[in-house]
Structures are given as C-alpha cells and as structure tokens.
C-alpha cells in the first residue's frame, strides 16, 4: 500500500508530499454523478458495493495518495433517532430541530452495528481493494450541532449560539450526545478498517476565541481522548479559523487542517508541533490552471519539505471543479522537490 499519507501525518520523511482532496468522492465526478442518478446519497450509504465503489473512484481516476469514506456529517445521525433528509440542493434538513434540554434527552445512544451495518460493511471493501490509506470521519460535534438546532443549513448559527448561551444545560447534554455518538461511531470505523479518521468542524469559524474555548474545546479534548486508544492518526479540520488555530491544536489532532485564509507557514506556526493539511483554496480550481499552479507551489515553498504535510484544498472540491484539473494538480503536487529549503518567509515566491 502506498503509505505516503501515513507516514506524512506522523511526520516522517516522505518521497513526495501526499495529496488528497476533501469532498474528492462525489460532486465533480462524472462517474460519481452517473451512480447518484440511481441512488440518492442514503442509499449509497446503505449498499456496500456502492458506497466501495464511490469512495475508490476518486482514488483511480486522480492518483491521490488517500480515500475518504463516502459518506455525509449527518448519516450517523439517524442513529442517534434524529429524522433527517439530505435535499438536493440545500443539504440536510432536520424533521424535529433541538430547541431544549427535553429534545437532547430523547436523542438514543449509538449501536453502530444497527445505525451503520452497511456503511461498516462498505469500509471492508474499501480497505480489501484500496491502494491507498482509507480516511474515515465523522462531524465534529458543534458543527453537527448546527444542523441539529437549526433544522438545516444555515450562515450565521445564531439558534445554536443562542441556545449556547441562554441554556448551558442543553449544550452540555448536546455536546455530551454527540461526542459519545462520535467516540462509537469512529470507534467502528476504525475497528472495520479505517486507517485514519478526520473531524469536520466546518462551520466551528463562526465563533470567537471565548466562546470555542468554554463551550467547544473541552468537548473536542474529550473527544481526542475517546478516540486516543483507537491508536490511529487523527485529523482536526475546520474553516475560517485562522483566529482559533493555537486553541484547537491544543484540543486535539495529529494534523489540523488549514483553509486559505492564512498562509501555510503562519498557520503552521500557530499550531506548533503537528501536521498540517491544507490549504489551496477550492475557487481557484474555477480559473485557470496556471494560477492553481501558481499557489500550489508557493503553498509547497512554505511547507519547505519539513515532514508532516499533506496537501490538500482548504475546504472541499467544489461541484463545478473539471477534474482533469484535479489530476494535474495531484501530478504537480507529486512532481514538486520536496528536499527540506531553509526556513520560510511568508510572501517569498519561486
Ligand atoms: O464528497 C465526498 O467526498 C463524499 C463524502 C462527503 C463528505 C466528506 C459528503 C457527501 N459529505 C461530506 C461531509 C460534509 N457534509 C460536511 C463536512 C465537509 C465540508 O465542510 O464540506 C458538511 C458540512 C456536510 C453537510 C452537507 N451535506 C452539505 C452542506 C450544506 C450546508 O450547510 O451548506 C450538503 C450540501 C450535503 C449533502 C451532500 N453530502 C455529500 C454529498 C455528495 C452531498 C450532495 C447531495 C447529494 O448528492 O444528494
């Protein structure tokens, strides 16, 4: 098995910096798109076969160096007794959202087996047939949260801060539901194959340095501990928090992950002795390939070759991204020297 990605996460040296691309599976795909138009994105997730066969797509068509599970934040969800649907064009949308400390008691716990049988099934295929290292995931618990309070997509979370603040009991009980769901669902992950896992923090941005330090970041330290003795690598990844990195290196990951907002080497710095993912931002694949080509390298001149990165977008491969680009891309990434360079200034340029 190529174990690039591997040995990149533990920060060892590598023959050249592994790359992989978040949202890879589905969206830009042709092939994904043929499949979706016979099964919706559940029923993906509930056939096996299926669910193998989307997850590898990406990893033969575009030569990267991990796949990850396909699968979406919410599927674990259902589990959990949440009713939701995934609409074609908004996302998922939660039949009865979490307004109290009442809705959180209902919530059940997490069998895997019966929540995800199929989905644990498909990480077997997946691991039996894969060149490359399986990333499985889950939400991390504020970003599912926000969809769990505010019934669907949402820019500004306000219902979720808002129940933050004014019914601390009810966070607690939510946050204690969803990182205990977590901890199992990863746990069955891992324990069907997953070689990795990665938390989606996505929309965690949105909140400022206090409030993720007292209502967020004790919940992910417990978290990273609960999955600690699953002894596999762990990815810490969200967006727009340029403003929060030092905090949640300090809760947990092996790698955190980078959006394009701040340049690799600063948030480098500001999580001190990790791995780093990241962090061309998903636009630019909407342009011309010289200047992804561009900022792909200045993004790999600050990585400088010192072990522990891993390249990838800052946020997900967007639907309109051609994935010829996608390949190109993963061959400059693979071609680039990775032969350590002295220190990093930001703004320098090759
Ligand atoms: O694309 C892949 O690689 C497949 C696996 C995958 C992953 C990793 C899907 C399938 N979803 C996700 C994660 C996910 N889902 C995140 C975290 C990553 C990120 O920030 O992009 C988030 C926030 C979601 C929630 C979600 N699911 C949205 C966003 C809505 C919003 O709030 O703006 C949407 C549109 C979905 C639906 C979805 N999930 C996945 C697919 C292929 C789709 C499209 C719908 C479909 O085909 O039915």
């Known amino acids: 098995m190529n174990d690039r990605y591997l040995r990149a996460v533990r920060r060892e040296p590598v023959d050249r910096t592994p790359v992989w691309f978040m949202r890879q599976a589905g969206r830009s795909l042709p092939e994904f798109r043929a499949v979706r138009a016979r099964a919706s994105l559940i029923e993906i997730t509930r056939d096996p076969a299926l669910c193998a066969e989307v997850t590898l797509q990406p990893v033969r068509r575009l030569g990267v160096d991990a796949a990850i599970l396909f699968a979406d934040i919410t599927t674990p969800l259902a589990g959990i007794g949440v009713a939701f649907d995934i609409e074609p064009g908004v996302g998922p949308v939660v039949e009865h959202p979490i307004a109290s400390a009442a809705d959180v008691a209902r919530l059940r716990s997490f069998e895997p087996d019966e929540a995800v049988g199929p989905l644990l099934e498909a990480i077997g295929l997946i691991r039996a047939a894969s060149p490359v290292p ?81 209502n967020v970041a004790p919940w ?81 001149d600050q990585a400088g070759g010192r072990p522990g990165h891993i390249f990838n977008l800052g946020h997900g491969v967007l639907p309109e991204t051609d994935p010829d680009d996608l390949c190109r891309l993963v061959d400059l990434v693979h071609e680039y020297a990775t032969a350590p360079t002295p220190p990093f200034v930001t703004g320098s340029t090759r």
């Open 134 to 214: 399986l990333i499985g995931f889950a939400g991390a618990p504020f970003t599912l949260a926000c969809y769990l309070v505010e019934g669907g997509p949402s820019r500004e979370f306000l219902r979720t801060k808002t129940l933050m603040h004014a019914e601390p009991a009810a966070w607690t009980a939510l946050m204690d539901a969803l990182v205990a769901m977590t901890i199992r669902y990863l746990g069955a992950q891992v324990a069907a194959g997953a070689h990795a896992v990665q938390l989606f923090d996505s929309w965690v941005g949105g909140l400022g340095p206090r409030d993720y330090e007292r």
């Open 220 to 300: 992910m330290r417990r978290l990273f501990a609960g999955l600690a003795p699953l002894g596999v690598p762990t990815t810490h990844f969200g967006v727009g928090t340029a403003g929060l990195l030092g905090l949640q290196a300090e809760a947990g990951g092996d790698v955190i992950g980078l959006d394009w907002r701040i340049a690799l080497a600063d948030g480098w710095a500001a999580v001190g002795e990790r791995a780093v993912q990241g962090n061309l931002d998903p636009a630019l694949l909407l342009g011309p390939f010289e200047t992804v080509a561009e900022t792909a390298c200045w993004i790999l």
